[in-house]
């Protein structure tokens, strides 16, 4: 099986589409742009959005959802706002069909015109903040702190799976505040939530940061970001969050009354992570092989095979797996027992291996006479022979080395690509041959900043948090610099 899919080496774009689509994540849609998320990739982001969900309700934050369309008029009121999505909006003009008098199908009625045309979100700042000035008044019904899962469409001529589709599935918080303070308090602490998301779960090492003026999401004082490194040397921002200082609250009028019983403007966040999550694990761990991932976000932790010759052999390995089965689930180890005649072993073995099952159990009759199975890892494709006895304890353990193996390879990777420059011939060599993180002094201006990108196709993806102050020169001008930034290209 592993034939089927494209090296790395020769192809990575093609590689990443193989894996997707090999793997049984996704497939192409008959609407250009958007994606059919198949099972085993939507076990995956319920396996990432349960996780995330969880850490969202402890923190404090409710779920609730707000409507898919968004009359025009709302994106109006934050002029930066509008300026930022007014290229990927999609929009509702008419609300009917009708049969064509001519006989060519349904044709829109043109009666059925929208007194006001319909936005199809991009992100839902505008008509939640709408919402928001009915239900705040007092300091009494602050922080309100709201999260809601929601499809967005965001319209994209060129689109990859998972990474950049017209529609995609994403998590999206919304805030409002009493004081600035707090609401940057709340920001903070929804980075270090995804941060946390990312390395403890998906193995994702990431760089905790904050956007330049340039990258800010539109309408935001301050971005927030986690910025994690592909194994192809580019960056992928695999989270924002956002402080928004009070443009929302001032553009739809959202004021409470104070402690003083004084009107004042809301502070606000708002903070996302998408579907585009799926297309990082995949680029940070899987191989040529197939899928790699980690165990505790895998739809499936172990699989097990059973070799046999007839219904006798049978009968004996079901019972020592069953056993076995009972005592993972116990552990809470999702297991799969494969004891299907569809496909002969060696099939199977592939089958799981490019579906990434971080664990493989083989059991024949020769091992239930000798009380062991052989065990199989994903990650670095070792095999050991381990008694049956203890063997589902072993399992866990196994489980959680895998875990931290996988992280501790992408963050040796990770921290291999962050390479330190001071001119701009150093900077481009890096990024035309050893790729990654490249860290640089820049001038600060917005200028520079574009240059920069029209010139080599780098971006600055973040500036460190706590990042060390250091005097140089920028690499581009030669102007003075107190710190060194993150400059990648990216996805």
Avoid at 152 to 162: A, G, I, P, Q, S
């Amino acid at each position: 099986m592993s034939k089927e899919i494209t090296a790395r080496s020769a192809d990575y774009s093609q590689w990443y589409n193989d894996l997707v689509l090999k793997g049984g994540l996704a497939d192409y849609s008959a609407v250009k742009g958007c994606m059919v998320i198949k099972p085993y990739g939507f076990a995956l982001w319920e396996a990432m959005r349960d996780v995330l969900d969880r850490k969202f309700k402890e923190t404090g934050h409710q779920n609730a959802y707000f409507p898919l369309f968004i009359p025009k008029s709302f994106l109006s009121k934050e002029a930066a706002h509008i300026e930022g999505f007014a290229k990927e909006c999609a929009v509702v003009t008419h609300y009917r069909l009708k049969n064509d008098p001519n006989g060519g199908g349904v044709v829109v009625d043109p009666e059925a015109k929208l007194e006001e045309e319909l936005i199809v979100r991009p992100t839902s700042e505008t008509i939640i903040w709408n919402t928001y000035k009915d239900w705040i008044q007092s300091y009494r019904d602050l922080p309100l702190l709201i999260n809601q899962w929601a499809n967005v469409v965001r319209w994209e001529m060129r689109t990859r799976l998972f990474l950049r589709t017209a529609e995609f599935l994403w998590q999206e918080g919304h805030t409002a505040h009493a004081t600035a303070e707090e609401a940057v308090a709340e920001t903070t602490q929804m980075l270090n939530v995804y941060a946390d998301f990312a390395e403890h779960y998906m193995a994702v090492p990431v760089v905790r940061g904050v956007k330049t003026a340039n990258e800010r999401f539109a309408g935001a004082v301050d971005t927030y970001c986690i910025e994690a490194l592909m194994q192809d040397g580019k960056a992928l921002q695999a989270g924002t969050s956002h402080f928004l200082g009070q443009n929302f609250a001032k553009a739809f009028n959202v004021q409470f009354s104070n402690k003083e019983n004084k009107l004042e403007y809301v502070w606000a966040t708002s903070w996302g992570v998408s579907t585009r999550l799926i297309g990082g694990l995949i680029m940070v761990h899987s191989d040529d092989q197939g899928l790699v991932l980690p165990p505790r976000i895998a739809p499936l932790q172990v699989v097990i095979v059973p070799i046999f010759k007839g219904e006798e052999q049978k009968a004996n390995i079901d019972a020592k797996v069953n056993t076995l089965i009972a005592d993972l689930k116990k552990l809470g180890v999702s297991v799969k027992y494969d004891d299907s005649d569809n496909n002969r072993p060696g099939w199977k073995f592939a089958e799981y291996e490019m579906k990434g099952v971080p664990v493989r159990i083989a059991i024949g009759a020769r091992d239930i006479e000798n009380g062991v199975a052989e065990v199989a890892r994903r990650d670095n494709k070792t095999k050991e022979t381990l008694p049956l006895e203890g063997l589902a304890q072993r399992i866990q353990d196994l489980l959680e080395e895998i875990q931290q193996n996988l992280f501790n390879k992408a963050k040796s990777y990770r921290d291999e690509h962050i390479t330190r420059v001071d001119t701009f011939e150093e900077f481009k060599q890096v990024l035309d041959g050893k790729a990654g993180f490249v860290s640089a002094h820049w001038d600060g201006t917005s200028e520079t900043e574009e240059k920069i990108k029209e010139l080599t196709k780098a971006t600055i993806r973040c500036i460190p948090l706590n990042n060390p102050q250091e005097e140089g020169v920028c690499i581009l001008t030669g102007k003075p610099s107190k710190e060194r930034v993150l400059f990648a290209r990216a996805y």
